[in-house]
């Protein structure tokens, strides 16, 4: 992976409706949920919404992110602006849709990111080439990682049934 900057640093237990409020659950199209990433946090929403945000942008965030539903637009509108999150923890449900929809993520137990620092991974690592530190990586099952590689499981499993043919 490249380097990339931390454009959002947050802390534990983000849940989903911090991420895509339920308020804005009628709207469930992957193309369409974007717009309501962060939606309460304005600033950084607007900064989504203006293409000032680079795909690949890294949100870094504590233990527990995303918790509280299986809110998968939660995961469809941070896919949406390609963003990737390095945690120190991911909470299952979100863990699951991730995987699904192919977001980029990262579980990183000791990681230390602020908004601004510029972030490397590779080799079972993460590098805070801002910092100068390093932390170690808790891996995804090659299975679950593959799915993510791909894209999700749509363009997973279509790859492999296009292999058998």
């Known amino acids: 992976m490249a380097k990339e900057k931390v454009v959002l640093a ?4 983000i849940s989903t409706d911090i991420i ?3 308020r804005f659950m009628a709207t469930v199209l992957p193309k369409e949920t974007p717009q309501f990433a962060f939606v309460d946090n304005a ?13 690949g942008s890294m949100i870094a965030a504590g233990k527990n992110f995303g918790c509280g539903s299986s ?5 469809s509108c941070l896919k949406g602006y390609d963003l990737a999150v390095v945690a120190k923890g991911i ?3 979100f863990l699951q849709s991730a995987i699904n929809l192919g977001l980029n993520i990262v579980i990183c137990p000791e990681v230390e990111a602020a ?3 510029e972030l490397e991974i590779a ?21 679950r990682q593959s ?4 894209g999700g499981l749509i363009p997973y499993t279509r790859a492999l049934l296009l292999a058998r043919r």
């Open 10 to 13: 947050l802390g534990d237990d």
């Open 20 to 22: 895509y409020p339920g």
């Open 43 to 55: 600033e950084f929403n607007r900064r989504l919404k203006a293409k000032e945000i680079p795909a």
């Open 71 to 75: 809110r998968e637009q939660a995961v």
């Open 91 to 93: 909470a299952r449900i």
């Open 115 to 117: 908004a601004g620092d």
């Open 123 to 143: 080799e079972g690592q993460v590098r805070n080439l801002t910092s100068g530190k390093s932390f170690a990586i808790t891996p995804l099952p090659k299975a």
């Open 147 to 150: 799915i993510i590689d791909a």
